[in-house]
């Protein structure tokens, strides 16, 4: 049973970088074809996709944030990272981590979610 969950800062302020972790236990991120999504949700909104990096390490990323997302990640530790610059509040949302197969359609494994909130 692959799990996933995400971790960081609940408060974030404007301007500074929105960083979460997401640690995946059952599961190698870089097992054939396995891509791994930040997703987003913001309050009242519907859920927006940030970006993903791949089982092999590249990286594919929303146009609207692609100028401001970084999504890395750590294969000794089985994670991966979304960095999120110049925050607003309009950032503000619920963050989940999530793993699709062979592409970006359908994803099979989500974290919880986590609530960042941009304030000052």
């Known amino acids: 049973q692959v799990q996933l969950q995400e971790s960081g800062p609940g408060l974030v302020k404007p301007s500074q970088t929105l960083s979460l972790t997401c640690p995946v236990s059952?599961?190698?991120?870089?097992?054939?074809?396995?891509?791994w999504s930040w997703i987003r949700q913001p309050p009242g909104k519907g859920l927006e996709w940030m970006g993903a990096i791949t089982y092999s390490g590249s990286t594919i990323y929303s146009p609207s944030l692609k100028s401001r997302t970084s999504i890395s990640r750590d294969t000794s530790q089985n994670q991966f990272t979304l960095q999120l610059s110049s925050v607003t509040p309009e950032d503000t949302a619920v963050y989940y981590c999530?793993?699709?197969?062979?592409?970006?359609?359908?994803?099979?494994?989500w974290g919880k979610g986590t609530l960042v909130t941009v304030s000052s």
């Open positions: 059952g599961g190698s991120i870089t097992t054939n074809y396995y891509y």
């Open positions: 999530a793993r699709s197969q062979y592409g970006l359609n359908g994803m099979d494994y």
